[in-house]
Nanobody, 114 residues
Framework: QVQLVESGGGLVQAGGSLRLSCAAS????????MGWYRQAPGKQRELVAT???????NYADSVKGRFTISRDNAKNTVYLQMNSLKPEDTAVYYCTIRTARDYWGQGTQVTVSA
């Protein structure tokens, strides 16, 4: 059984910052990629950022230069530092890890007020 526990979401004003964390636990041997997706009301889930085991990163164009993904392999944890937040960043943010299969967190709400 693998569990992902997300934290760090909340309400912030435009221009502010938040840091999301996602800790994986359970029967985990090797985590390949880790990442964050988000889903806004009425929209499809979309990629925000991913990071490989070797720390190669990939970002959605909409967040480049504002968000930074990182990981701590010793703690099986992935982070998302979000700066210069905009109202359009409002969504439920989901973390995901890829081992032999993909696992998803329960989601954490991020709300950015104008």
């Amino acid at each position: 059984q693998v569990q992902l526990v997300e934290s760090g979401g909340g309400l912030v004003q435009a221009g502010g910052s938040l840091r999301l964390s996602c800790a994986a636990s359970g029967r985990i041997f090797i985590i390949n990629s880790m990442g964050w997706y988000r889903q806004a009301p009425g929209k499809q889930r979309e990629l925000v950022a991913t990071i490989s085991r070797g720390s190669g990163t990939n970002y959605a164009d909409s967040v480049k230069g504002r968000f930074t993904i990182s990981r701590d392999n010793a703690k099986n944890t992935v982070y998302l530092q979000m700066n210069s937040l905009k109202p359009e960043d409002t969504a439920v943010y989901y973390c995901t890890i890829r081992t032999a299969r993909d696992y998803w967190g329960q989601g954490t709400q991020v709300t950015v007020s104008a």
